[in-house]
């Protein structure tokens, strides 16, 4: 694959709130090997300093899957059990879920899952196999990001990369900036300012999905080396009715194949492939919804009515009708809600919601 050209960086938009010293944002990463015992456990140690507020565990192998399973704060007491989700009907975090080789886990998820205590925390994770089941003796790149507390304003970067010169095409590139304008109020709306840059990468205009995994997210990523990377392309993996993808929930912020969010331009545009106002308004939500995924965000309903998000305050229903009439303005709903003329507006978060994009410690 050729190597990514990065082009120009534009609009920026940054907080405006001057945090205490103690309350910065700034993160402490550290990067290290580890061999999981003979029962394929894998110990991560976490230090927490009496500041930190969040941490991010991204755990990676190169052949197999792995598994964030147990959380002990420093009193030795769980925190988290993956088994009492296991069979649940609420989704708190894929981390829990091997499937792919990387194993990203934001802890707390949820403002009730904290508060962190000072301290050495342990974080258990599981090498597997290819069918999923214990491997020992396995060696695992582990990264560790603690978290400073944010005060007033939160910031995210975020990079928009244009797949196969679509930076160059001004239907393209003009709706996905007045995209990102809107995006920009969406989430502005709950304390979270975008410092956006806009670049092209050298990669197929049919860009792959960044959960099944791609090492083109990884070029891309290397490069870039921070934030939230965003992939427009004409379509993704060829799907015609897939408007975006996130590579995890949470998303890593380290170069992985799963380190990026992927969105169509086409399924926007429609069939006269020409933006309305309400399709640029519609790629703005998907943009954010994505990112949404990728900081941790679950729908708060799937489309089968059986599964809901782990919050408290995003409303429970069980049929299309209800669902619609409940949740079609919530920017996590898990498709767009259209009319013949126009489509609902998805701007809405909960509190809950809003909580765990300010609890990811990609947001600073």
């Not at 091997?98 to 050495?120: C, F, K």
Request: net charge negative; glycine share 10%; aromatic share 8%.
């Amino acid at each position: 694959m050729a190597t990514p050209l990065l082009l120009l960086a534009l609009g920026c938009l940054t907080g405006t709130t001057e945090p205490a010293v103690v309350c910065d944002g700034e993160v402490v990463t550290e990067t290290f090997s580890l061999k999981s015992d003979a029962d394929g456990v894998l110990e991560i140690p976490v230090t927490v300093d009496d500041n930190d507020d969040a941490f991010m565990i991204t755990t990676a192998r190169s052949a197999g899957t792995l598994s964030s399973d147990v959380i002990l704060d420093p009193e030795g007491s769980v925190r988290l059990d993956w088994e009492d989700w296991l069979s649940a009907r609420d989704s708190l975090t894929n981390a829990f879920f091997a499937t792919t080789e990387v194993s990203v886990l934001n802890w707390p998820v949820r403002d009730e899952d904290g508060p962190l205590t000072a301290g050495d925390w342990t974080v258990l994770a599981s090498t597997l196999d290819d069918e999923g089941y214990p491997k020992g003796r396995v060696d695992a790149d582990v990264t560790v990001v603690t978290r400073s507390c944010v005060q007033g304003r939160a910031s995210l970067i975020v990079t928009i990369a244009y797949a196969d010169s679509l930076d160059e095409d001004r239907e393209v590139s003009g709706a996905v900036e007045a995209a990102a304008e809107r995006w920009i109020e969406i989430y502005g709306a709950y304390g979270i300012d975008l410092d956006l840059r806009f670049v092209s990468a050298n990669i197929d205009g049919s860009v792959a999905e960044p959960l099944i995994g791609d090492e083109e997210y990884a070029a891309i990523y290397e490069e870039i080396g921070e934030g939230v990377v965003v992939v427009i392309g004409e379509d993704v993996a060829g799907f015609a009715d897939l408007y975006g993808e996130a590579g995890g929930i949470p998303g890593p912020y380290v170069a992985s194949s799963h380190s990026g969010v992927a969105v169509s331009w086409l399924i926007h545009a429609g069939t006269d492939a020409a933006f309305s106002d309400d399709e640029v308004q519609v790629l703005a939500e998907t943009m954010a919804h994505e990112v949404g995924h990728y900081l941790g965000l679950f729908h708060p309903v799937e489309s089968d009515w059986n599964y809901w998000d782990a919050l408290g305050d995003t409303k429970r229903c069980t049929a299309t009708g209800a669902c619609e009439a409940a949740l079609a303005d919530n920017l996590m709903f898990p498709y767009p809600v259209c009319g013949a003329n126009s489509c609902t507006a998805q701007t809405a978060l909960s509190d809950d919601q809003v909580g765990v994009l300010q609890l990811n410690v990609g947001v600073r």
